[in-house]
C-alpha cells in the first residue's frame, strides 16, 4: 500500500531563512503528489501540487517543491519564510486505481519561525 | 476557484444528541465527498467516502451506524454524529474532489460534554 513518510515533526527556522520539508513517498508507479499547509484550527490549503512535467513546481506563497522520482521525495522549499509561514504543512499523495482514488497524507510537520 | 464550505465552524452539544455537519461545494459540481476526522496535533483520518446518490465507503474501524454520511446531492454532503459522546469530540473536516484535487473545507470543531 502507499505510504507518505514526514521525517520532521517539528521544524524551526528564523525569519528570512531559507525552508525545506522533507517527503518521501512508498508507491510503485508515479503517483500524484501534493503539499497542504494548515493553519491552527482551519481547513488545508494546497499550495502546489505535481501530476506529471516539470519535476520542479511552483506553488503559491513563494513555495516550490521538487520532485526525485530516484529518491521518491517531493521535498518542499521557500527561500525566505516570513512569520506567516508558522503552520502545520502536509504531504499528501493519490494512488489512481480502478475503484476511485484516495488522499493518504503523511503526519504533518509543525513549521515554527523565530522573529 | 473551488471553495467548500462547512457548517457550523463549531458546535457543542451534550452527551446522547445528535449533531449535523454540512458540508458544500460552492462554485463546483462534485460526485464525490470525503470526510476527515483530525485529533489535536495528529494528521487527517479518513473516515468515509461520498459518493452522491450512493451509499457511504467507511474506512475501517469507523463506525457506520454513529457517523451518518448523506450525499443527496452534488454540492452538498452532511455527517451526523448520532448519540453523541464525548470521545467523539473532534475536529472534522470535509473535502470535495474535482478531477484528481481536493479541496478542504475549514472544518467544524465539535465538543461533546
Known amino acids: 500500500a502507499q505510504s507518505v513518510t514526514q521525517p520532521d515533526i517539528h521544524i524551526t527556522v528564523s525569519e528570512g531563512a531559507s525552508l525545506e520539508l522533507r517527503c518521501n513517498y512508498s508507491?510503485?508507479?508515479?503517483?500524484?503528489l501534493f503539499w497542504y499547509v494548515q493553519s491552527p484550527g482551519q481547513g488545508l490549503q494546497l499550495l502546489l501540487k505535481?501530476?506529471?512535467?516539470?519535476?520542479l513546481v511552483q506553488g503559491i506563497k513563494g513555495f516550490e517543491a521538487e520532485f526525485k522520482r530516484s529518491q521518491s521525495s517531493f521535498n518542499l522549499r521557500k527561500p525566505s519564510v516570513h512569520w506567516s509561514d508558522a503552520a502545520e504543512y502536509f504531504c499528501?499523495?493519490?494512488?489512481?486505481?480502478?475503484?476511485?482514488?484516495?488522499?493518504?497524507f503523511g503526519t504533518g510537520t509543525q513549521l515554527k519561525v523565530e522573529l | 476557484g473551488a471553495v467548500v464550505s462547512q457548517h457550523p465552524s463549531w458546535v457543542i452539544c451534550k452527551s446522547g444528541t445528535s449533531v449535523k455537519i454540512e458540508c458544500r461545494s460552492l462554485?463546483?459540481?462534485?460526485?464525490?465527498m470525503f470526510w476527515y476526522r483530525q485529533f489535536p496535533k495528529q494528521s487527517l483520518m479518513l473516515m468515509a467516502t461520498?459518493?452522491?446518490?450512493?451509499?457511504?465507503?467507511?474506512e475501517q474501524g469507523v463506525e457506520k451506524d454513529k457517523f451518518l454520511i448523506n450525499h443527496a446531492s452534488l454540492t452538498l454532503s452532511t455527517l451526523t454524529v448520532t448519540s453523541a459522546h464525548p470521545e467523539d469530540s473532534s475536529f472534522y473536516i470535509c473535502s470535495a474532489r474535482k478531477t484528481y484535487e481536493q479541496y478542504f473545507g475549514p472544518g467544524t470543531r465539535l465538543t461533546v460534554t
Open positions: 499528501a499523495v493519490v494512488v489512481i486505481t480502478g475503484g476511485g482514488n484516495k488522499l493518504t
Open positions: 461520498s459518493n452522491e446518490g450512493s451509499k457511504a465507503t467507511y
Open positions: 462554485d463546483f459540481q462534485a460526485t464525490t
Open positions: 508507491y510503485g508507479a508515479t503517483p500524484y
Open positions: 505535481y501530476f506529471s512535467g516539470d519535476t
